[in-house]
């Protein structure tokens, strides 16, 4: 069975926030998404969505975007992302998404043979971050911590985040230092559009292995990580 990874799809089923003003490849996205998810996902594969998943502001109005996830092929596992705000209290969460579709947060999955661990992440801790976005990493650095101690060490780990965990200029982060510390071998990540190749973490680089997974990036088309 294969795993799969895609991020920021975007749905807005239920709210006016169309994703064409942000240029013509994201026309009809939906069905893109869709056509090439089912070219390529089985119903035994695993696909992990990193965030961004639905504009909505509401559960109840994200309803429409995880249904459409749902009726994928595939186990989903998603992460939330900075434009998330529907995922409120997780237990109340959990209980809203349809089945076949699983949500990550300081806890870990296992699947063919590895431990997926995940956290948000955010803006890097750099000079020009704000109070606010400083307090935010660090927390999001907590739940990351508590999703890697909750991996089996036995297995190998592969990261599922939203923000990409280093930049060009920020090449040692905490959230790096952290993946590094335990020897996690695989990342994937989104949040990074219209960006032109070598100038974000994609490829191998000091022992790990990166996938930037946007939907723009990847043409709409699930990646396929292992």
Known sequence: MAVFAISDLHLGFAVDKPMDRFGPQWVGHPEKIEREWRERVGAGDTVLVCGDTSWALKLEDAAPDLAYVGRLPGRKILIRGNHDYWWGSLAKTRRAVPPGVDLLQNDAREIEGWCV???????????????????????????????????????????????????????????????????????????????????????????????????????FAPRQIL
């Open 117 to 219: 661990v995940g956290s948000r992440g955010w803006v890097l801790p750099g000079d020009e971050a704000t109070p606010e976005d400083r307090a935010i990493y660090a927390r999001e650095v907590g739940r990351l911590r508590l999703s890697l101690g909750a991996a089996k060490a036995s297995m190998p780990r592969l990261a599922m985040l939203h923000y990409p965990p280093w930049m060009p200029g920020f090449e040692l982060t905490p959230v790096l230092e952290l993946l590094r510390a335990f020897d996690v071998q695989i990342v994937v990540y989104g949040h990074l559009h219209a960006m032109a190749p070598g100038t974000y973490p994609d490829g191998d680089v000091d022992g790990i292995r990166y996938h930037c997974v946007s939907a723009d990036l990847v043409d």
